[in-house]
């Protein structure tokens, strides 16, 4: 920059279009930083004021002239005690970014590393010929072209789904590095982690001392889901991470090549075997039941003699036909082999320590592609009698006997995990792995609303033809609508059933179902089949908050006359009213998208009212709390408000909420399924709004939906039975204990939806398939979660087993590197020792102590393979080359 030049200066509108691109409507904080505030940066809401205030934050730092101005990719979840908050703090993402790097200015490559793209043209078309799916757009950072992938909807990130998001983090910069390393050149793939900083587009990049301005680049405009986006990388991700081990191996051949290749260290006679459990590798115990040819053979490899080193020679199959020009393609001592052949689908030339060449890891090289640990955990599969996913499963049984022994299999996998599992006989026959097993087609989904149940009454029938006209389950409609009609009725209707006083007719349902599949889409049928009626002041479709939040809905600030007159002129009476805080309205209804923003709510410190509200809630007891400030006392009444809830759950996030088994939340729910397997090809009429339930939701006075007698009695006797100890509580499914007023609350509202405030046989058998289906996806859903946590179970185990496999062959690693510089040691002595004189191998061992004696026989062996001395008659003479 010369000093004629005007100093550029950060551009205000491209800096706040950006903020409201990427934050705008997010839950949590944006993290703005810089070099000029020492990266510890500040944080702001995501609301207009706190995003302005973001935009007033980030135009003070350019005036300071920093190198850079950053956001963090995802929000916060909330504001860090120290620093700018790490992966753990990451929140809510509406952009998958990738950092597209171009030129040498700031990102000049490595000795060893191919060039990065030449300019923003060729960044685009390392993502076009990726394979990903088009880019939303790009962001310019005044050295690359940064791509994203905008998501709609927005995605908050939880512990159930974070390493989804961050797998698909890291697979987008795989394909792309792949995609580069394709044409030829470098991408950067380590910016995958959820608490990365990017440029901020508008502001200026002064690396280098430069400056260059940053901004918003071409855009496409497409959105996507994130199963979209998980689906189409994870199919690209395991070949772009093979091109990538393959450009490694590139790389390290190019730093051998500039460096010069290493003078190899000496070798070892292999130690006697050990028959002493060990806690060893189960590759390990490959390596000490095998030799170098029991694998070649087999796998077509010819062996051909010695090496004049004594090392074994052998020759790779013939490949398609081919035969091999070289004498060999391997040198195999006792217990490392080389591999000088590009087509024998090995690793080439000497290896690097803990990447050897070793009797174990060629067993994963042959059978398992090179694999380490997959080969470490199939051989631990076979040896505990489960199905393995390769050859494994045919070594001798004396082998997996071997490996059971050495490393402890059956007290490894035996072990009890946190859901006291019981694996059964380990050594009964093979079973399929745990949660790997294909699904029953005969046995379908578990938990859908039978067939008769919407045959049976014609307002069903109008539910689920709303819900298909929509193409979405029409199980998830009537769920959406009973919840919806339980926040509409007036709180002054109750069930009565005879038995323990009269019933909240509250309802909470739980839809579960994979991502994208439509729970949300339910309640918007839902509004359209149950309008909100004239005149009633109803709070809908709120999301969910703390305890405290969910009694403030039905409170706001109102003029109250204190019973005081103020005289005014003329002899007049005014009334003194003051403001205070009450309870103004009655009906609300909540919906969640996300259950795991629920649990996660219930488990932290902010919402630990949050599971007794909604407990109360349920069954319309007292909410809130009396504070000594009348500004925070809460008190919503028992029996003065009607409240529904619907919460969507994925299978993997609704696990929280059973945890509070014992304080009964699960048991308030009513747990339906989002597929539906008979929505039809055609879409049926839309069939208009619900009408018959408006005539009887309105009550300005305690009023009662009643049961028929045979209802009646049949609840009463189930009561006594509990009451005088003839039913055992103690022995019946906690799940299940409150079966019989989930069912009184199901069948009043289904009276109400055909407007009706008296429920009769019909509702309550309805009520009773409403009820069975709802076990059934709760079952369906708590054996699902069982297998996955067996699966995760294993899975810690295994990766237990194998980080003690590593942790023991790096020992073993750094062991060998000891002994072999003391051999070189010693055998230099010996050789310096020999050139002075003659001498026997006796008088050679009284030159040394105790704790070289143990390297002597290698170090002979040694110095005789680089012929510093012979062996001739016995004794030791100098050989032609004197030792260095």
Known sequence: MSAETEPLTADSDVMRAWLTHMYAGLPGYVSVCSDADGWSGRRFTTDDAGLDAALKYGLALDQRKPKGIYLQVTTLREKPENGRGGEDLAHAVSYIWADGDYGTVGHKPGLDDAPAPPNFEAV???????????????????????????????????????????????????????????????????????????????????????????????????????????????????????????????????????????????????????????????????????????????????FEGTHGDGRERWLRPAASGDRAS???????????????????????????????????????????????????????????????????????????????????????????????????????????????????????????????????????????????????????????????????????????????????????????????????????????????????????????????????????????????????????????????????????????????????????????TLGETLRSAAVGQTLGQTNASKDTTRYIPKGSYSMGMLVGFQPETAEALFDEVAEGTPQRFLWLQVIDPSIPDERPEWPGELLKWRDVVSANSLTLVSFDDQIKTELRRADLAKARGEVSVANLNPLDSHAPLMRVKVASLLAILTGRRHVTVDDWELADMVWGASCATRDALLADIARRRTVESEKRTEARIIEEVRVDQAKATAEAQRADKAVLRVATRVAGLVHGGEMTRSALRTKFGGRDKKHLNDAYAYAVLREWIEEKEGRFVPGPVAPG
């Open 326 to 608: 070289s004498p060999y393609s391997l040198l195999c001592d006792d217990h490392v082999a080389v591999n000088w052949s590009d087509r024998a689908d090995l690793p080439v030339g000497a290896q690097p320590s803990g990447s050897k060449l070793t009797i174990g890891t060629l067993y994963a090289h042959l059978n398992y592609g090179g694999d380490v640990a997959e080969a470490a955990r199939d051989i631990l599969r076979a040896a505990a009698g489960r199905t393995t996913s390769g050859p494994a499963g045919q070594l001798p049984d004396a082998v997996l006997e071997e490996v059971r022994r050495r490393c402890g299999v059956l007290a490894v996998v035996r072990q009890p995990t946190t859901n006291d599992i019981d694996w059964g006989d380990l050594t009964a026959p093979a079973e399929p792995h745990p949660g790997q097993d294909a699904p029953d087609e005969e046995e379908g989904i578990k938990g859908l609303l039978p067939e008769e149940f919407y045959a049976r009454r014609e307002e069903l029938r109008h539910i689920r033809q709303a819900g298909h006209h929509w193409t979405r389950s029409g199980d998830v409609a009537f769920l959406a609508v009973l919840t919806r009609l339980s926040a509409m009725v007036s709180h002054h209707i109750r069930a009565d059933t005879g038995v323990a006083g009269y019933a909240s007719l509250n309802l909470f349902g739980a839809l579960v179902g994979p991502s994208g599949v439509g729970k949300s889409t339910g309640v918007d049928v839902a509004q359209l089949l149950l309008p909100v009626p004239e005149h009633l002041d109803f709070r809908d479709n709120l999301p969910i908050g703390s305890g405290e939040g969910i009694a403030e809905v039905f409170i706001d600030i109102v003029e109250e006359e204190t019973g005081e007159v103020r005289k005014g002129r003329g002899g007049t009476d005014t009334p003194v009213t003051h403001r205070v805080r009450r309870q103004v309205r009655h009906n609300a209804f909540f919906y969640v998208d996300e259950g795991a923003t629920l649990t996660r709510l219930m488990k932290e410190r902010s919402g630990s």
């Open 124 to 302: 685009m078309k390392v993502v076009t010929e990726s394979g990903i799916p088009d880019a939303t757009g790009y962001s310019l950072s005044g050295g690359g072209g940064n791509p994203g992938w905008s998501l709609d909807p927005l995605l908050v990130i939880t512990d159930d789904n974070r390493e989804q998001v961050q797998q698909l983090a890291n697979d987008v910069q795989t394909i792309l590095g792949a995609s580069a390393y394709r044409l030829g050149w470098s991408w950067d793939t380590g910016i995958g982690n959820l608490d990365r900083l990017m440029r901020w587009p508008g502001t200026i990049n002064r690396k280098e001392g430069l400056e260059r301005p940053t901004g918003i680049g071409p855009s496409t405009g497409i959105v996507y889901t994130f199963d979209e986006l998980r689906d189409a990388t994870a199919q690209l991700a395991s070949e772009a991470r093979a091109t990538l081990e393959q450009a490694a191996r590139e790389k390290q051949e190019r730093r051998r090549a500039r460096l010069g290749h290493p003078v190899p260290g000496p070798r070892r006679t292999k130690p006697p075997r050990s028959v002493t459990p060990s806690g060893d590798g189960p590759l390990d115990v490959i390596a000490d039941t095998f030799q170098f040819g029991d694998l070649l053979q087999p796998a077509g490899f010819s």
